[in-house]
């Protein structure tokens, strides 16, 4: 059974740094890609990244580039998303999720339970 | 602003059909054939419904149909149930260097 399983709740201060994780079961990390998706508190869905778990390639939106950064342990299966310096509207709900298909763009077949984030002084 | 503009709600009554429309732009869901559609219940994660504009997932519901026409996809949902109620998001595949783009969302109240 295909899993992405993400790390629990978080509470930082606005400066802190954070790093987020997205443990994969259940299939071959490598062989599709993963995104991070941010839901801020009662909106939508907003796509930050990809990461091709195969050789760290990876895709940032304009929205998100320089500020978030995204990475894989291949050896653990795992995936992450952290930030150097959180701001008060990094707030919000994080989700991993999984491409449908192994190359090229694809839509998200399994996701994270997401992992929310709170960054307040 | 989302890249993408859905109806901020929908409504039907059980037994019903309901059509949520995405409307993008030539960059976007007129360039893609990777739109697709996501069902979020309240503090869950999203669920993939439809992919590549009119393909279901395994498990997913044939009441669920995705159709596209030119800058437009459109999520239909026939005899609605009460499980359907939920928020409904289109995401597409987009020629800029954003890759990806979501619509708004579309919350779809089951009367």
């Known amino acids: 059974e295909v899993q992405l399983v993400q790390s629990g709740a978080e509470v930082k201060e606005p400066g802190e740094s954070l790093r987020i994780s997205c443990k994969a079961s259940?299939?071959?990390?490598?062989?599709?890609?993963i995104s991070w998706v941010r839901q801020m508190p009662g909106k939508g869905l907003e796509w930050m990244g990809r990461i091709d778990p195969s050789d760290s390639y990876k895709n940032y939106s304009p929205s998100f580039e320089g500020h978030v950064t995204i990475s894989v342990d291949k050896s653990i299966s795992t995936a992450y998303l952290q930030w150097s310096s959180l701001k008060a509207s990094d707030t919000a709900i994080y989700y991993c999720?999984?491409?449908?298909?192994?190359?090229?763009?694809?839509?998200?077949?399994?996701w994270g339970q997401g992992t929310l984030a709170t960054v307040s002084s | 602003q989302s890249a993408l503009t859905q109806p901020a709600s929908v409504s039907g009554s059980p037994g019903q059909s309901i059509t949520i429309s995405c409307t993008g732009t030539s960059s976007d869901v007129g360039f893609s054939k990777y739109v697709s559609w996501y069902q979020q219940h309240p503090g869950k994660a999203p669920k993939l419904m439809i992919y590549d504009v009119s393909n279901r997932p395994s498990g997913v519901s044939n009441r669920f149909s995705g159709s596209k026409s030119g800058n437009t996809a459109s999520l239909t949902i026939s005899g609605l149930q009460a499980e359907d109620e939920a928020d409904y998001y289109c995401s597409s595949y987009t020629s800029t260097t954003t890759l990806a783009v979501f619509g708004g969302g579309t919350r779809l109240t089951v009367l």
């Open positions: 259940g299939y071959i990390i490598t062989n599709y890609w």
């Open positions: 999720a999984r491409h449908i298909r192994s190359s090229g763009w694809s839509p998200f077949d399994y």
